[in-house]
């Protein structure tokens, strides 16, 4: 591994323009490729349809090989693929749809999973909620969200990212992150719980009084 | 390629539980009340490690004191386990083929670039 640290100048330059065309591709593929089921995955998310994810792939590697040059050795390659994947979905999905952006009902804040299963009552029984749930389920219930709730859970549950990073990702402040993140989460849970529910995982919320207690 | 990363590189973060085991002595819960909220209205930023440091601490001394808010807290961290579980897909096998093609056809374009 050629480590070119010691020659990198702040000239504002590109960093990897010395790389001849055959190293950088066996750069980029080395680096590059063994993120491609997680960039599918979260094609997935983003485009929720299989075809159209191989698509955002494709042309996300194609342009983040593109512009490889301007990655930095050494910053975070995930990040900067996952921003790549971000700017690509929006000029290829986003200028089509051209639909209002989506919101979540203000009554989402007050909303808890834990709460929901704990009403049933019996130590560990929400923790075997959790359990029963699959993973359909799961991709259904995140794509259920409006999408930039959904691309925030996403960023952060699944892969990790930090509030700061994801605000990079995205484009957006840090404290919309935070909001999108919480709201998005409160969100998820309730759909979760609506497949427990209808499972018969959950007990209806109206029955409430009726049962058991009292 | 695909095939061997899909199980191999589990998706997201491998960290270990943020929630501390609760201490034995603290048995006795106590009622829900200002410590509890105080602790809730921070356990978001504490499970995405996106706390200060100062203010690590009092949260998890306080789950490790609280059986109430551990069990929450635990809840909250297998849930987003279970959706960092459920959201993985295996890229379909051609894909890489048709990135190789793409590269190749990159390749192609980016030789003929001055030095752009």
């Known amino acids: 591994v050629s480590d070119t640290t010691s020659s990198r100048r702040p000239t504002g330059g590109p960093v990897r323009q010395d790389l001849s065309d055959a190293e950088r591709r066996t750069r980029f593929e080395a680096e590059v490729l063994p993120h491609l089921d997680r960039l599918y995955s979260a094609a997935m998310r983003y485009t929720r349809d299989p075809h ?29 693929l996952y921003r790549v994947l971000h700017t690509t979905y929006l000029s290829m999905y986003r200028k089509a749809q051209r639909r209002p952006q989506e919101s ?12 929901a299963v704990g009403r049933r009552g019996g130590r560990s029984a929400e923790f075997e909620v959790l359990e029963a749930l699959t993973d359909d389920e799961v991709k259904a219930a995140l794509a259920d969200l409006p999408e930039t709730f ?33 709201r998005g989460r409160k969100a998820l849970q309730k759909a979760l719980a609506e497949y427990a529910r209808e499972r018969g995982l959950l007990d209806d919320p109206d029955d409430d009084s009726m049962e058991g207690q009292r | 390629m695909s095939d061997q990363s899909a199980d191999g590189d589990l998706p997201g973060p491998a960290t270990p539980s943020r929630v ?97």
């Open chain 1, 52 to 80: 159209d994810a191989s698509d955002l792939v494709q042309e996300t590697v194609a342009k983040a090989y593109r512009s490889f040059h301007q990655y930095r050795p050494g910053t975070n390659l995930k990040a900067w």
């Open chain 1, 104 to 115: 979540l009902q203000d009554e989402i804040d007050d909303f808890s999973f834990y709460d």
């Open chain 1, 150 to 182: 959904r691309l925030a859970v996403y960023l952060a549950d699944v892969e990790g990212f930090a509030y700061k990073e994801i605000a990079e990702i995205m484009d957006t402040p840090v404290g919309t992150v935070m909001s999108r993140l919480h």
């Open chain 2, 20 to 116: 501390p085991a609760r201490l034995e002595s603290s048995a006795a819960s106590p009622e829900c009340g200002a410590d509890c909220q105080q602790a809730l209205a921070e356990l978001e930023r504490f499970l995405d490690g996106e706390l200060p440091n100062s203010e690590i601490g009092r949260v998890s001394e306080h789950l490790a004191a609280c059986y109430p808010c551990t069990d929450r807290a635990t809840f909250e961290e297998q849930l987003r386990a279970v959706v960092r579980r459920g959201c993985v897909d295996a890229a379909p096998a051609d894909l890489v083929d048709r990135i190789r093609i793409t590269l190749d056809e990159g390749m192609v374009r980016g030789g003929a670039r001055p030095g752009d």
